[in-house]
């Protein structure tokens, strides 16, 4: 398997424009976390996702964030519009089950944002 | 709030000295454990897990984790560390309530120096 999947690896993008980062999940699983990395604020949970549903968003900073599982390999996160303190490393992880009870996350590559 | 911490924010040893980081974590109930680690400019790997059974827990590359649930602690700890161990490690817990959540602490930077 080539593990979790993650596109654009690179994003440099003007204050104001709207910003899609993806996300493959490895096959067979079925829980997928979104995170932010910054230097300030370390490593934040945006949102999670079970079976395609969102279990918890209390994470996303604001209405300019949105996440979506359109099928159960596959996800994105949006911003419209985006802004300069969204820059940041955005790390997806997925696992098997409900969450990632008894098994282990596994993350992707990750997408350095830089929004100018 | 419930939620995890890691006390140590920035380490710097010498190669061949010998690790502990600690991790505590303020979820009640029973509750799966992780540390993962982040070499430079790459993603975050596990390092090891605990689920249940024998709470010393051996890893990868020679590090090891305890549980001690009394404490609510469970601490990386490596005998000797390598240049090669600099990185940022993170501790992680998921608490068995509703969510099954993977909470993160704050992260530990290890500076190894050769």
């Known amino acids: 398997d080539a593990g979790v999947i993650q596109s654009p690896r690179h994003e440099v993008t003007e204050m104001g424009q709207e910003v899609t980062l993806r996300c493959k999940l490895i096959s067979g699983h079925n829980s997928l976390f979104w995170y932010r990395q910054t230097m300030m604020r370390g490593l934040e949970l945006l949102i999670y996702?079970?079976?395609?549903?969102?279990?918890?968003d209390s994470g996303m900073p604001e209405d300019r964030f949105s996440a979506k599982m359109p099928n159960a390999s596959f996800s994105t996160l949006k911003i419209q519009p985006s802004e300069p303190r969204d820059s940041a490393v955005y790390f997806c992880?997925?696992?098997?089950?409900?969450?990632?009870?008894?098994?282990?996350?596994?993350f992707g590559q990750g997408t350095r944002l830089t929004v100018v | 709030a419930q939620s995890v911490s890691q006390h140590n924010h920035h380490v710097i040893l010498s190669e061949a000295a010998s690790l502990e980081l600690g991790c505590n974590y303020s979820y009640g109930g029973t509750v799966n454990l992780f540390w993962y680690v982040q070499y430079p400019g790459q993603h975050l790997q596990l390092l090891l897990k605990?689920?249940?059974?024998?709470?010393l827990v051996k890893g990868i590359k020679g590090f090891e984790a305890e549980f001690i649930k009394s404490k609510f602690s469970f601490n990386l700890r490596k005998p000797s560390v390598q240049w090669s161990d600099t990185a940022e490690y993170f501790c992680?817990?998921?608490?068995?309530?509703?969510?099954?959540?993977?909470?993160f602490g704050g992260g530990t930077r290890l500076m190894v120096k050769p």
């Open positions: 992680a817990v998921i608490p068995n309530n509703a969510g099954n959540m993977l909470t």
């Open positions: 605990y689920f249940s059974g024998d709470p």
């Open positions: 996702f079970n079976n395609n549903v969102p279990i918890d």
């Open positions: 992880a997925s696992s098997r089950g409900q969450g990632a009870w008894n098994t282990e996350a596994f």
